[in-house]
């Protein structure tokens, strides 16, 4: 009997020859079934015999409908309505035909926010677990422990554009660094540097465990971000490892690590808010580090040493970046917010009130470093390229702020908190 005959037109037919739902029919149906509305009909004609057993009892469990089954010479053909025990599974369906614009010859992460995946929530749903954002979830699912769950609180507008930043600038602390290019130091200028990339190290290990850290509480649909503190997290890596060694390679070894240091930096992973955290990190201690690893740069004693701080130097502005463009976000949506984050400074300050006091090894071998040399005269030049260094840290700081928005007083009060850790 011909579908016209029967009353309904099907929306859609498929030839399912001679297979029976064990051998792939099931997928099958199940493909074209997806693709009709609820309440459309599939004209299926198969040439099985089994199927007059199987077919209705896989409708039942399905919630789809056998309106009727026809033969049709040595063939069978089932009509089979859509029904919506399928559809409730899912509050949507997924996009299709939505192309993204490229630019230039490639496929920029910035780009991808198109269609659903373009819809970045205020508030995500944790029980979207590990769906891509744009995916069509199941319903019931059991919500995942992310604790980030609102855009404002972890969002910045670049981060995309900074992700890709991220990925082109990766080096390779083996393999770029031209380390056979070292040359014997005096002895006390190549034990400041090895004092020096022995400090360095160890902040970096606070830059990579902070955003790691956090990670596994921000939401996937906020990508972009995780996608992000993901790069951090290795070029925080690379930066351990290449300070580390370049303090090896030339005939030193890392040198004192200071319970300032270290108190300080256990007051960075104690932290509990991300953008509370982000503020402290990025904007505050990684801005101060720009300045520290210029500073280092330029009185580099060689040019291997030059090139590790200077390609590092190039990966944290990335991070101040974001941090930065985070903050803005973050007080954006509430001017407020900006006595929680001076709260923060106050409060991890306080913690830190008992260890004054820049360390004195980094100290001494920052002079070195800039004085290249211990007569009077140079460590007299010494002493003031450091004191001018801080000086630098600290206005570029209040500028920082007063960029965010804070008033003049309160970025000097909140720069004069800043630990003398640097980070």
């Not at 579908?3 to 929306?11: F, L, M, V, Y």
């Not at 902070?210 to 509480?217: D, E, G």
């Not at 972009?224 to 790069?231: A, D, G, N, P, W």
Request: net charge negative.
């Amino acid at each position: 009997m011909r579908p016209s005959e029967r009353g309904e037109d099907p929306a859609a037919r498929f030839d399912g020859e001679d297979l029976d739902l064990a051998s792939g029919l099931v997928f099958a149906l199940d493909v074209c079934l997806s693709d009709l509305q609820v309440g459309e009909v599939l004209e299926l004609s198969s040439s099985n015999p089994a199927l007059a057993h199987e077919l209705p009892a896989w409708c039942r469990g399905t919630g789809h409908e056998l309106v009727d089954a026809e033969p049709d010479g040595p063939r069978t053909v089932y009509r089979i309505r859509r029904g919506e025990r399928g559809a409730l599974m899912f509050r949507d369906r997924p996009d299709w035909g939505v192309t993204p614009t490229f630019r230039h010859d490639g496929f920029d992460t910035r780009d991808w926010l198109v269609g659903k995946a373009g819809e970045i929530p205020d508030r995500a749903d944790p029980a979207t677990g590990f769906a891509p954002r744009g995916a069509v979830v199941e319903s019931g699912s059991e919500p995942f422990p992310y604790t980030v769950t609102e855009r404002d609180r972890v969002w910045a507008h670049n981060v995309a554009s900074l992700y890709e930043l991220a990925t082109e600038g990766q080096w390779d602390a083996s393999k770029d660094i031209r380390w056979r290019d070292l040359r014997p130091l005096p002895t006390h200028v190549e034990r400041a540097v090895c004092q020096i990339m022995t400090h360095l190290a160890e902040n970096e290990y606070a830059a990579l465990y902070v955003p790691a850290r956090f990670i596994p509480t921000i939401h996937p649909h906020f990508t972009e971000v995780v996608l992000f503190l993901s790069t951090q997290v290795v070029d925080e890596a690379r930066h351990i490892e290449a300070f580390t060694k370049r303090a090896l390679a030339n005939g030193g070894g890392v040198q004192f690590s200071t319970a300032l240091t270290q108190t300080s930096l256990r007051s960075l992973l104690e932290q509990e808010d991300f953008s509370q955290a982000s503020f402290l990190l990025s904007v505050l201690g990684e801005g101060t580090f720009l300045e520290y690893l210029a500073f280092v740069e330029r009185f580099a004693p060689d040019p291997v040493t030059a090139d590790i701080v200077r390609r590092a130097r190039i990966d944290e502005a990335r991070h101040v970046a974001f941090g930065v463009e985070h903050a803005r976000h973050y007080l954006g949506a509430d001017p407020d917010r900006a006595q929680i984050l001076h709260d923060a400074v106050e409060r991890r300050a306080a913690f830190l009130a008992d260890a004054s006091g820049a360390s004195p090894h980094v100290e001494e071998a920052l002079v070195l470093l800039a004085a290249g040399g211990v007569s009077a005269t140079r460590i007299r030049e010494g002493t003031v390229a450091v004191r001018q260094l801080h000086d630098t840290m600290h206005r570029r700081r209040v500028r920082r702020l007063t960029q965010l928005g804070f008033p003049a007083g309160t970025a000097e009060a909140i720069s004069e908190l800043h630990t003398s850790n640097f980070m």
